[in-house]
């Protein structure tokens, strides 16, 4: 079975742009969660998204955003980029909610802000 | 290879030797904690999980301590390899909360040494 795959991997952007970010969970499950990695923050939980529907969220500004599609894939939109946006996006997908289910991460994608 | 974190806990062990890594929670609610692994390039793999109503669960090679009272967590890795090399992280939630979150450790980078 294949794992979550997250797209792209790297990707280099300016100040005031707007970026999309996409990632495929493991077939048959339903949750995805993504979260940003930083060295100063380490892993800070963004939200969650199961069935289409978002979840819960983090201690994030509406500048990032997210959606889910009918077949689990999600994508995660940050407008408006800022340095402090440079990090690795990690996305999650576990079975049913996350709370109570393992969640299995994806290699992420490297987001620079210059 | 990337970097996951910066001034991490670092533990240093001998191959061979069994490694312990330590995890301080911050919420007495948290009722679920589960250990990832965490490689240079690469998203966090799971490597174990316990519940609350469990002080101690073995996996392979892996045993993971919980200790309510003090609000403490630790990873045991048996004849630790070279391949264990990588930054550990804990995590807590509360699983039957209604805003759920899944709360990470800075993390532990954990060399082995040949």
């Known amino acids: 079975k294949a794992g979550v795959t997250q797209t792209p991997r790297y990707l280099i952007k300016t100040r005031g742009q707007q970026v999309t970010l996409s990632c495929s969970p493991i077939s048959g499950h339903r949750s995805v969660s993504w979260y940003q990695q930083t060295p100063g923050q380490g892993l800070q939980f963004l939200f969650e998204?199961?069935?289409?529907?978002?979840?819960n969220k983090g201690n994030f500004p509406g500048r990032f955003s997210g959606r889910q599609f009918s077949n689990s894939r999600s994508e995660m939109n940050v407008s408006t980029l800022e340095l402090g946006d440079s990090a690795l996006y990690l996305c999650?997908?576990?079975?049913?909610?996350?709370?109570?289910?393992?969640?299995?991460f994806g290699a992420g994608t490297r987001l620079s802000v210059l | 290879g990337e970097s996951v974190g910066l001034h991490l806990p670092t533990l240093s062990v001998q191959e061979g030797d069994n490694s312990i890594i330590n995890c301080a929670y911050s919420?007495?609610?948290?009722?679920?904690f589960i250990w990832y692994k965490q490689e240079s390039g690469k998203g966090p793999q799971f490597i174990i999980d316990?519940?609350?109503?469990?002080d101690k669960r073995q996996g392979q090679r892996v045993t993971v301590l919980l200790n309510k009272t003090v609000k403490h967590l630790s990873l045991q890795i048996a004849a630790t390899q070279p391949g264990d090399s990588a930054v550990y992280f804990c995590a807590e939630n509360i699983s039957g909360g209604s805003n759920y979150k899944l709360t990470f450790g800075k993390g532990t980078l954990l060399t082995v040494n040949p």
């Open positions: 919420n007495s609610a948290s009722d679920y």
């Open positions: 998204y199961f069935s289409e529907t978002q979840r």
């Open positions: 999650a997908s576990s079975l049913g909610e996350a709370a109570k289910n393992i969640q299995y």
């Open positions: 316990i519940r609350s109503n469990m």
